[in-house]
Nanobody
Framework: QVQLVESGGGLVQAGDSLTLSCAVS????????IGWFRRAPGKDRVFVAE????????DYADSVNGRFTISRNNAKNTVFLQMDRLKPEDTAVYFC???????????????WGQGTQVTVSS
């Protein structure tokens, strides 16, 4: 059973940076694509970014492209989301998810973390 634990959320001001971490355990981590998602207050959960475990492919939502960077540290079984130039509209609960399929991560990932709150004040 794959387990995902997010950390690194907090309260920051607009323009600040924040790095989220997703610790992956309980499975053969080199089989999984990892994605980041977020759910803003009163809205549905949406895709933010994803990365293959090898790190050879990444993808981003248009709303964060150029500001957020997804990366991984295979030795620590951890995936990171570096968030720069944060905006109040980035306020959300951020989740990481895992699946063996690149396409499935976006629509129906098999495993999910509990989420970490990011709040950006104006």
């Amino acid at each position: 059973q794959v387990q995902l634990v997010e950390s690194g959320g907090g309260l920051v001001q607009a323009g600040d940076s924040l790095t989220l971490s997703c610790a992956v355990s309980g499975g053969p981590s080199n089989n999984y694509v990892i994605g980041w998602f977020r759910r803003a207050p009163g809205k549905d959960r949406v895709f933010v970014a994803e990365i293959t475990w090898e790190g050879d492919s990444t993808d981003y939502a248009d709303s964060v492209n150029g500001r957020f960077t997804i990366s991984r540290n295979n030795a620590k079984n951890t995936v990171f989301l570096q968030m720069d130039r944060l905006k109040p509209e980035d306020t959300a609960v951020y989740f990481c998810a895992a699946d063996e399929s690149w396409a499935a991560v976006r629509v129906n990932a098999a495993y999910w973390g509990q989420g970490t709150q990011v709040t950006v004040s104006s």
